[in-house]
């Protein structure tokens, strides 16, 4: 009798053992499932930015960026989505960043390029993570069994949508409309489904403070895809043109350190360009023609403020606009100079 209770109580021991790696094999699976999830948060690579961090530095708010500000957040705040179409250098991205951070949502930011496909917005599987689960319940003998499961990376629609973020969309017109397919679910039926996850997991639901901005250049511009009607009717489309001459000077004086005279010389030369020549020329022009003018302007202290030499105006412009005729002859660039001299 002494000996079958002892066997019982042997029995039972290895029943506990048996039991506690399972609680612990079950554990694992649980953890896996977590770690999975939040794979982004734990490679440090999340796309959740703060709101706070995402407003450009330095960022100039006149009576007509606010306005436009003013559109954007009314809109926002209508459950609707933002679609900022306008000139390239005309100040789209720095606006588009100030509304969301207006917000206080977090902030998940995506480039649109050729490369971008459905899996780049909403995630894929990348890889596979792997442990072990050891069984000895029956003395003696010892099962290991390694069990593999593939791991999911949310990208950042999916991340956006989850977590209620603003998502800002740059040059949203440069991917290809059949990367945006998904985007139709998420803004008619407030649904994301996500190709490639199975059951459940298939689809999130569209978080009620969801938000999304989008950028686009004209369709005019070189490497711009005309999306879909059906898409770009669920969007409320604001044109940004380039800023009057008082925004502009305000923008330009943000960014360096010159008299008010110098810079309206700056600015009124961009804006004579502008409406000279071919080629498109935004505000970004007007400060990078800043920029070069403090390294490259030699006047003596004796010349007359905000009068720059004729010569060094011309060769900046020249500078900073000829990327626009890349690929173009040499003769295209010298009459470009002598448009820009004719011009000053």
């Avoid at 044109?239 to 008299?259: F, G, K, M």
């Avoid at 006047?299 to 890349?326: C, H, I, Q, Y």
């Amino acid at each position: 009798m002494a000996d079958d209770t002892s066997r019982k109580r042997t029995v039972r021991g290895r029943k506990i053992t048996a039991s506690r790696e399972q609680k612990n094999g079950r554990k694992a699976k649980k953890e896996l499932a977590r770690t999975a999830s939040n794979a982004g948060e734990r490679n440090g690579d999340s796309p959740l930015s703060d709101p706070e961090a995402v407003v450009p530095e330095p960022f100039v708010e006149t009576d007509a960026i606010r306005s436009l500000r003013d559109r954007i957040d009314g809109w926002l705040e209508a459950d609707q989505p933002v679609h900022l179409i306008g000139p390239t250098g005309c100040g789209k991205t720095a606006l588009a960043l100030s509304a969301a951070a207006e917000r206080g949502r977090p902030v998940v930011w995506l480039n649109g390029d050729e490369a971008v496909d459905t899996a780049a917005l909403v995630g894929s599987h990348a890889g596979g993570e792997r442990y072990e689960e050891n069984d000895q319940f029956v003395s003696g003998v010892s099962k290991k069994t390694e069990i593999v499961r593939e791991r999911w990376v949310d990208n950042p629609l999916s991340v956006a949508v989850r977590e209620g973020a603003t998502l800002v969309y740059n040059e949203f017109s440069r991917s290809d409309p059949a990367a945006h397919n998904v985007l139709l679910s998420v803004f008619e039926e407030g649904v994301l489904e996500r190709p490639g996850k199975h059951g459940d997991d298939r689809t999130i639901d569209v978080h009620p403070e969801f938000r999304a901005i989008l950028t686009s250049n004209d369709v005019e511009y070189a490497g711009v895809h005309e999306q879909q009607d059906a898409l770009l009717d669920r969007f409320i489309g604001v044109h940004v043109d380039y800023y009057d001459d008082e925004t502009e000077r305000e923008i330009v004086a943000a960014h360096v350190d010159l008299s008010e005279d110098e810079i309206a010389t700056i600015v009124d030369t961009t804006r004579a360009l502008r409406d000279e020549l071919e080629i498109v020329i935004g505000t970004r022009a007007a400060i990078t023609a800043a920029k070069g003018l403090t390294v490259f302007d030699d006047r003596a202290e004796t010349d007359e403020d905000g009068e720059f030499d004729d010569e060094t105006l011309a060769n900046v412009f020249t500078d900073v606009l000829a990327p626009k005729l890349v690929g173009e002859n040499d003769g295209d660039i010298d009459d470009l100079r002598s448009r820009i001299t004719e011009t000053i």
